[in-house]
């Protein structure tokens, strides 16, 4: 018995789901819309690029004799003029290496006196018949090699001398040590190549950034384009640039060709500095005081229900002037709808051939309430928001960007409630149901 008043309570709780389910599809399936709003402003388009932070010119300072470095009078982030010393090499060889060569210049003096005095007396003995000829050659002869060995210990004087200058390290430009590779006790040894010991960026009040840009996008990038950039440090604050140069080398990196454009960069305030990691928008386009509408609602499709609504409005519409009510098409081939517009998920439509590839759609409700369309052309965009024109589109407008129906969540109340072995807190009568018989 108790079995059988189970049973009828479970069948009772199953039927109120069910009226319940039919009653919610009925009174749940309002469309509700959200909208986005025309307005007038500014749409840029940009070209987006990551870049490295560099001073305009920097110097690399090295050595060109080999020694031990006795001093280092300066550290990173000196200002430096241009002279100063920077560094000294300890200059005891190269000082010996100069004595040394005063003493072959003397030798050499000393020699090309004597070889004078022989050519001299060479000549007078031969002038009296005294000697042949060649002994006045001979005499003439060591002369000559005696002069060249004379100029050849000059020029070593000088440069055992140009070689001790060299120890004294000497900045070649006013500027900001920026980089210092040796220490005090340090051997550098000049070879083929310098090596480097300081770098000094020469004016930081003026900086560069070095940006790689894709090739699909180098062709919209000219010289004295306007650029805005961020840096971490400062990701809030938008800083200005100017193109500078358009680079023709270019760097291949896994198949994907860039080229580098320079950036001319105002740092009179000195916050930016050299290596920061800077985000860069080219502004290849911009259009003023132009109305706009946000990309979503462009990108919006209407459901069955709407199409079917807006055709059924035009068709009790029989003006003369009426204009023509646009063919309902996909903007694209294999555009997807966007989410929460009501189109089933992967639905296309076929694209309209008599509509050009510039006009979009754009759906709203008329001063009556009643949902109507517009068609408008589309301009400038810079993903978030379109340059919009057509005779019909004006400032304020509500256009739709997404629609729903109350139909989802009345379904799913129904198919919940429609089965009585599932715990429900919600719909559980009064007492907590049946209990246990």
């Known amino acids: 018995m108790k079995s059988k008043k189970l049973w009828i309570a479970l069948a009772a709780v199953a039927t109120a789901g069910v009226l319940y389910g039919l009653v919610g599809r009925q009174t749940g399936s309002e469309t509700s819309y959200r909208f986005v709003v025309v307005e007038r402003g500014t749409v840029e388009q940009v070209v987006t690029s990551t870049g490295t932070m560099q001073a305009t010119r920097t110097v690399e300072v090295g050595t060109q004799v080999s020694g031990l470095l006795s001093e280092i009078h300066v550290d990173f982030n000196d200002r430096v003029k241009k002279g100063e010393l920077l560094a000294q090499i300890d200059p005891t060889l190269l000082q010996q290496a100069v004595r040394s060569s005063e003493a072959n210049l003397a030798r050499s003096t000393a020699e090309v006196a004597q070889a004078r005095r022989t050519l001299a007396r060479a000549t007078e003995l031969f002038e009296t018949k005294v000697v042949a000829v060649t002994e006045v050659e001979s005499a003439q002869y060591q002369a000559d090699v005696a002069e060249a060995s004379f100029k050849q210990a000059q020029v070593s004087v000088e440069q055992a001398r140009r070689n001790l200058e060299y120890t004294r390290i000497l900045a070649p430009v006013d500027g900001v040590v920026i980089q210092r590779a040796v220490d005090v006790g340090q051997t550098v040894a000049a070879s083929m190549s310098a090596p480097v010991l300081f770098l000094i960026a020469e004016d930081l009040s003026e900086m560069e950034i070095l940006a790689s840009v894709d090739e699909s996008d180098i062709g919209l990038i000219q010289p004295g384009q306007e650029v805005r950039f961020t840096v971490q440090a400062y990701p809030e604050e938008p800083f200005r640039g100017e193109v500078r140069q358009v680079r023709l080398q270019s760097k291949v990196v896994e198949n994907v060709v860039t080229y580098a454009v320079a950036i001319g960069v105002d740092n009179a305030t000195g916050r930016l500095l050299p290596g920061m990691t800077a985000t860069v928008d080219f502004i290849v386009a911009r259009a003023e005081d132009a109305l706009k509408v946000a990309t979503s609602a ?106 729903t129906t109350g139909t989802a969540g009345a379904d799913a109340a129904a198919a919940t409630a429609s089965n009585p072995f599932q715990s429900q807190n919600g719909n559980r009568p009064p007492g907590g149901g049946p209990g246990p018989m």
Do not use: N
């Open 298 to 403: 462009l990108r919006f499709q209407p459901t069955d229900a709407m199409r079917a609504e807006v055709a059924a409005t035009a068709s009790r519409t029989r003006l003369s002037d009426a204009p023509e009510v646009p063919r309902f098409a996909s903007l694209g081939a294999g555009s997807e709808p966007a989410a929460g517009t009501g189109q089933p998920a992967g639905s296309r439509q076929a694209p309209s051939s008599g509509q050009p590839a510039a006009m979009a759609q754009l759906f709203y409700l008329d001063e009556a309430g009643k949902l109507a369309v517009a068609l408008v052309e589309k301009g400038l965009s810079d993903r978030q928001s379109t340059v919009i024109s057509g005779p019909g589109v004006r400032e304020g407008m509500r256009i739709i960007a997404a629609a």
